[in-house]
């Protein structure tokens, strides 16, 4: 492949628009102001700092001085802008020209900028009616319980408190910090006692097991149980009643006050952001997707970031973390205000475009605007020089910098008709961050080969056109196989996924042609897993011989 040497550069906003003024939004806008950008910093409440599902019990006060401390530096800062009441209504553009439309209560702003970081927080949803409970004075959320604790602990003197947890729920970490402190909170309060009814307590996060250890010294009883109790509300008395695993029999509990779970979530405004930025969607609601090359804080964009709960349930300093990786990645894009990126990395030729919008469609890294003539532009700061809109073109229109079809055709010839003596030929199209790492490995661990095997790079699997896959075997070719990412693993995200739907359509043509299927094959793999590699190729090659 010829190599991408003609660069340009090219001129960035740097203003940087973060959504979401809890704790992570907060500490992200004063980590990139920090940076030398303005920073705009919205949210559609009235306030800066923790939203209720984040609002742990402050046993020592730490938190409560840390956050006033974030919201001082953001009101003192003269590089952000806070717009509270405010929400995005609607975005365009690339990484460096993004353009958002911001409405508040009195009318609709634009602002041009940079990067754009979204910091919803998490949210709580009450778990009573799977203890068929119903909210009142003495059955509250752990929610409502926090918020009692801060505003008059003494309240709860000399009172009976049952935690209900990881009953209804499987158990979390978050959760669990969120009962300890509460329980520690209670163990406090003169002439108070605690009962956890819980499942499986997971205290795989710094300082729970310590937590739980304190709470247990403080007198905390814990009760392990494998099933729901049968939890009785009736005119103003509290019943728990469940089979003691070390009695062996049922015993019955009379508190004070029952505080039930609550499931931690993602935010519901996700689904919109989500929508008006064209990131994709995760597990339960997320905002990235469990890929490893979206760690810790990318999204399928480049230039829009996810940090705290908008992309995972965390612990806080996990949260504010987040917020400092990201004001790292936003000082490497747009550094100084203009970036140099090749200009080849994906050509359009707009007098063989017939303005299908295929490319705008397929591409996943949203790359592909209009311009004002209404033609399509390819953005070489978003583009990720996957292939994929260069495969799927129906005009073969796009091209790739140093993946060219002519070049690729070439290469594809002269591996096809490299004979190995009674060998068969195999041609794999090989994705450059999984199969030919793997193929490497497998060759300098002197793992066994087929000897007619002639490898093919490819950006990624996306890349592999189905003329590439014929050519090869009307070029001579026995066999040919396409290696791609793992599904969920791929860097283009949906490259895996074109792979395969291509490699099915050519099995389907030879097929039709009285040519057996199994002549084309597609596998996944990953870069070290170079013994799969070879015996996928070594399989290929016993399939080829048999024949």
């Given amino acids: ?147 009692a604790l801060r505003a008059n602990p003494s309240a709860l003197a000399g009172k009976s408190v049952a935690f209900m947890m990881g009953l209804a729920q499987d158990g979390n970490p978050l959760v669990l910090e969120r009962v300890l402190k509460s329980v520690l909170a209670v163990e406090n309060i003169e002439d108070t006692s605690a009962y956890v009814f819980a499942g499986d307590l997971k205290v795989a996060e710094d300082g729970l097991e310590r937590l739980y250890l304190e709470c247990r010294d403080k007198g905390t009883m814990y009760v392990k149980l494998n099933e729901m109790p049968a939890v009785t509300q009736a005119e103003g008395t509290l019943s728990i009643t469940y089979d003691d695993p070390v009695l062996q029999r049922k015993v019955q509990l009379t508190p004070d006050m029952i505080v039930v779970e609550e499931a931690i979530g993602a935010n519901e405004v996700n689904t919109a952001l989500a929508e008006m930025l064209k990131i994709n969607v995760g597990s339960m609601g997320f905002l990235q997707t469990d890929n490893v090359h979206r760690y810790p804080v990318s999204t399928n964009r480049e230039g829009i970031f996810v940090v705290g709960g908008s992309r995972r349930a965390k612990k806080r300093y996990g949260a504010l973390m987040d917020a400092e990786n990201a004001a790292i990645r ?14 080849d990395k994906a050509v359009l030729d707009t007098g063989k475009c017939t303005f299908c ?93 087929p000897k007619g095997l002639k490898t093919v790079a490819v950006p990624c699997a996306g890349k592999v056109d189905i003329d590439y896959v014929m050519h090869a075997l009307a070029e001579g070719a026995d066999g040919v196989v396409v290696m791609a990412c793992h599904n969920g693993n791929c860097k283009s995200e949906n490259g895996s996924l074109y792979a395969n739907w291509r490699t099915a359509n050519a099995q389907d043509m030879i097929e039709a042609i009285g040519l057996e299927k199994d002549r084309i094959c597609f596998a996944t793999t990953a870069s070290n897993m170079g013994a799969d590699f070879s015996k996928i190729l070594m399989d290929m090659e016993a399939t080829l011989t048999s024949k």
């Fill in 1 to 147: 492949m010829t190599q991408q040497t003609r660069m340009e550069t090219i001129n960035l906003a740097t203003d940087v628009l973060v959504v979401g003024a809890g704790m992570t939004g907060v500490k992200a806008a004063t980590e990139i102001a920090a940076s030398g950008y303005k920073v705009v910093l919205i949210d559609e409440g009235s306030g800066l700092g923790m939203a209720p599902a984040d609002t742990v019990v402050d046993l020592d006060g730490e938190e409560q001085a840390a956050q006033e401390a974030l919201v001082a530096s953001v009101n003192d800062s003269e590089m952000i802008e806070v717009m509270t009441g405010t929400r995005m209504d609607g975005a365009a553009g690339v990484p460096g020209d993004f353009r958002v439309w911001l409405s508040g209560s009195d009318d609709i702003v634009e602002k041009s900028v940079g990067a754009i970081v979204v910091a919803s927080e998490l949210v709580a949803c009450p778990l009573n009616e799977a203890y068929g409970l119903n909210l009142s004075d003495t059955v509250v959320t752990q929610s409502q319980l926090e918020a």
């Fill in 357 to 449: 919008l295929t490319c705008y469609r397929c591409c996943p890294h949203g790359a592909i605007f209009w311009s004002a003539d209404n033609k399509p532009v390819i953005s070489p700061v978003a583009c990720q020089g996957c292939g994929i809109c260069a495969s799927e073109c129906p005009m073969d229109a796009i091209q790739i910098g140093g993946f060219n079809d002519a070049e690729m055709i070439d290469q594809v010839t002269r591996s096809a008709t490299a004979k190995d003596g009674d060998h068969p030929t195999i041609v794999a199209f090989c994705c450059q961050n999984s199969g030919l790492e793997a193929a490497r490995m497998a060759e300098s661990f002197g793992m066994p080969l």
């Fill in 330 to 343: 936003i000082r490497s894009l747009l550094g100084d205000g203009t970036i140099t990126v090749p200009a």
